[in-house]
């Protein structure tokens, strides 16, 4: 079964701190993903990549950026947390149609 | 422009009762039509995929439709369970390159006893 997992489940952090939600997947896929789930609004995808150190912007990047060192791994990054960025945080990987999700960081920005 | 719609938005139906959920895209090129279920507090899990070619796909008491002439998708569930209760998301996936994938809001489904 693929797995994928992320650090944290529930995530409190004040205004302008630096936001680190960490992302893993065991399946040796090469494309990962972050998005924010807000209600009403569906998922909407902030960064991708599809290879170590490959990123691109995806539909709401501004305010966060990602890391790829590591196939298996992909970090998204708060670098001055903001109370509008308090949100539910998906990873997924993706191999051909597929895409399986982590389970959610619900963040706080207080 | 690309985008996703389901509807209802909400849905309480009784427990054993069958429901359908809609979804209609206008995205363009079709390449695929995915079917989550999201327990609340959790990330998404695949129901259904479907490529433009097929027009029905079931898994266990889920049976999901496409008719790609009219944009139109549904997913029924038989004879619901409580643990059904859960957010119902389309996903479209658009036949160019890169990963352009539309979701939909969702149908938050809740099954009552």
């Known amino acids: 079964d693929v797995k994928v997992t992320q650090s944290s489940r529930y995530l409190v952090k004040r205004t302008g701190e630096k936001v680190f939600l960490e992302c893993v997947q065991d399946?040796?896929?090469?494309?990962m993903f972050w998005y924010r789930q807000d209600p009403g609004l569906g998922l909407r995808l902030i960064y991708f990549?599809?290879?170590?150190?490959?990123?691109e912007k995806g539909d709401i990047p501004e305010g966060y950026s990602v890391s790829r060192e590591k196939k298996e791994r992909f970090s998204l990054i708060l670098e001055s947390a903001s109370t509008n960025q308090t949100s539910m945080y998906l990873c997924?990987?993706?191999?051909?149609?597929?895409?399986?999700f982590g389970p959610g960081t619900r963040l706080t920005v207080t | 422009k690309n985008q996703v719609e389901q509807s209802p938005q909400s849905l309480i139906i009784l427990e054993g009762k069958n429901c359908t959920l809609q979804?209609?895209?206008?995205?363009?090129?079709?390449?695929?039509l995915r079917w989550y279920k999201q327990d609340t507090g959790r990330g998404p899990v695949s129901l259904t995929i479907?490529?433009?070619?097929?027009n029905t796909k079931s898994n266990g008491r889920y049976t999901a439709t496409l008719d790609a002439d009219t944009k139109q998708s549904s997913l029924h569930i038989t004879a619901s369970q409580l643990s059904d209760s859960a957010s119902y998301i389309c996903?479209?996936?658009?036949?160019?390159?890169?990963?352009?994938?539309?979701f939909g809001a969702g149908t938050r489904l809740f099954v009552k006893a």
């Open positions: 979804c209609n895209y206008t995205v363009s090129p079709f390449s695929n």
């Open positions: 990549s599809y290879d170590v150190k490959m990123k």
């Open positions: 479907m490529t433009f070619s097929e």
């Open positions: 399946m040796d896929h090469e494309n």
């Open positions: 996903v479209v996936t658009r036949g160019t390159g890169g990963f352009k994938t539309i």
């Open positions: 997924a990987s993706n191999r051909a149609y597929e895409q399986y």
